[in-house]
T-cell receptor, first 113, second 111 residues
Framework: GAGVSQSPSNKVTEKGKDVELRCDPI?????LYWYRQRLGQGLEFLIY????????KSGLPSDRFSAERTGESVSTLTIQRTQQEDSAVYLC???????????FGPGTRLTVL | SQQGEEDPQALSIQEGENATMNCSYK?????LQWYRQNSGRGLVHLILIRSNEREKHSGRLRVTLDTSKKSSSLLITASRAADTASYFC???????????FGQGTRLTINP
């Protein structure tokens, strides 16, 4: 089937505004991950959902960041009161949940002016 | 930090040559994976090697794993211009399902 999709592909916002980023995982994948990648850097883990278990939020950098996932489907990453330091590519990935291969979406490039 | 670290940070070689990238990590792992990223967007999975494996091949890719040294290497043979990308290693963190990525190696293949 289709791969992981993310929307929007690009988002430009003003400092202080809230943004929502969406991820549609591969159907049947129980695990979903959000990462942040600043320019020229590696991936920073943000949050991980696995089935109906409590999400692992250990990577969220501040309480301005939150994420939700409905069942084993769509996830939304919300950043409140955006700061310029939030500018990055936000990547979503899904997997079968067996600690194996993660399948990545194309990412959302967020620019905070 | 439990991140893996790739070495070198950047590598530039001529087309047809072999490219070797290394990854070191800090904790015990169940598996180690290598991913490729083009143009700073989505990552593509290349190969997974389990902790009880020492070497794995996939086409022009060869991955080795030395758990005693907590290190892995990715070898790309007979490189092509299309191999130009950033390459990341990723390990599962203390057996959990989330992956910890290194900073990546930027590989440039010159025609």
């Amino acid at each position: 089937g289709a791969g992981v999709s993310q929307s929007p592909s690009n988002k430009v916002t003003e400092k202080g505004k809230d943004v929502e980023l969406r991820c549609d995982p591969i159907s049947g994948h129980t695990a979903l991950y959000w990462y942040r990648q600043r320019l020229g850097q590696g991936l920073e883990f943000l949050i991980y959902f696995q089935g109906n278990s409590a999400p692992d939020k250990s990577g969220l950098p501040s309480d301005r960041f939150s994420a939700e996932r409905t069942g084993e489907s769509v996830s939304t990453l919300t950043i409140q009161r955006t700061q310029q330091e939030d500018s990055a590519v936000y990547l979503c990935a899904s997997s079968r949940g067996d600690a194996g291969t993660q399948y990545f979406g194309p990412g959302t490039r967020l620019t905070v002016l | 930090s439990q991140q893996g670290e790739e070495d070198p940070q950047a590598l530039s070689i001529q087309e047809g040559e072999n490219a070797t990238m290394n990854c070191s990590y800090k904790t015990s792992i169940n598996n180690l994976q290598w991913y490729r990223q083009n143009s700073g967007r989505g990552l593509v999975h290349l190969i997974l090697i389990r902790s009880n494996e020492r070497e794995k091949h996939s086409g022009r890719l060869r991955v080795t794993l030395d758990t005693s040294k907590k290190s892995s290497s990715l070898l790309i043979t007979a490189s092509r211009a299309a191999d130009t990308a950033s390459y990341f290693c990723a390990t599962d963190f203390q057996g959990a399902q989330k992956l910890v990525f290194g900073q990546g190696t930027r590989l440039t293949i010159n025609p």
